[in-house]
């Protein structure tokens, strides 16, 4: 790929990304994308066939960013509890950063199951390391004995629900007030590690 056809497939990607945020995948269209890039919607189609593969793209590539903080974070050598408060830290940071990822997902999920799951399974190898070091824990006797991946699946439930519920909690809980929300949202990274500390602690 030249390097002209890689500054265009980054301006096509960072306008997806906008529209995305603002419209939802369902709500975008690809002539809105097109405009955002500054391209026409030929060339649009030329780089990405249609609104799914380029939403693909979009979120493989806020994902990619997201690989690398979580590798380093789970193979630290940083003390278990600072793991996990690191752990909840960049998981919330990156879907506030890109609040279409939960969508995706549940849509991939219904929809698409096989290829979202391969999707992560080739990407995400790492979580045998968090395991062993929660089943370390559990046999000095730091926490309770409970299952790692009950552990694991606790605290990305709990991180991303107010996400995939945000319009439900926003309208009820804030009366749409955005600014409310995204406070909430910052706060719920100590909540959540505090929640987790609290049930796992011997």
């Known amino acids: 790929?030249?390097?002209?056809s890689t500054n265009t497939e980054k301006i096509i990607l960072e306008a997806a990304r906008k529209v995305f945020i603002e419209k939802?995948?369902?709500?975008?269209?690809?002539?809105?994308?097109?405009?955002?890039a500054g391209i026409n919607k030929a060339l649009l189609h030329?780089?990405?066939?249609?609104?799914?593969?380029?939403?693909?793209?979009?979120?493989?590539?806020?994902?990619?960013?997201?690989?690398?903080?979580?590798k380093i974070v789970i193979e630290s050598d940083k003390p278990f509890l600072e793991v996990i408060q690191l752990f909840i830290e960049n998981y919330i940071n990156v879907i506030i950063e890109n609040p279409y990822l939960p969508g995706f997902i549940l849509h991939e999920l219904s929809s698409n199951p096989e290829n979202l799951a391969l999707l992560l399974?080739?990407?995400?190898?790492?979580?045998?390391?968090?395991?062993?070091?929660?089943?370390?824990?559990?046999?000095?006797?730091k926490i309770k004995p409970i299952d790692p991946r009950q552990i694991i699946i606790n605290i990305l439930g709990l991180c991303i629900f107010p996400f995939v519920a945000r319009p439900i909690?926003?309208?009820v809980f804030f009366s749409g007030d955005e600014?409310?929300?995204?406070?909430?949202?910052?706060?719920?990274?100590?909540?959540?590690?505090?929640?987790?500390?609290n049930s796992i602690k011997a």
């Open 1 to 4: 790929m030249t390097d002209q």
């Open 24 to 36: 939802g995948k369902e709500g975008a269209r690809m002539q809105e994308i097109a405009d955002e």
């Open 46 to 70: 030329y780089y990405f066939r249609n609104k799914q593969r380029l939403f693909e793209a979009v979120f493989l590539e806020a994902f990619e960013k997201f690989l690398p903080q979580l």
């Open 121 to 141: 399974q080739q990407r995400v190898n790492n979580m045998d390391i968090l395991v062993d070091k929660i089943n370390v824990e559990i046999q000095q006797g």
């Open 169 to 171: 909690i926003q309208k």
């Open 179 to 197: 600014l409310s929300y995204q406070q909430f949202l910052s706060d719920r990274k100590t909540e959540v590690y505090h929640f987790i500390y």
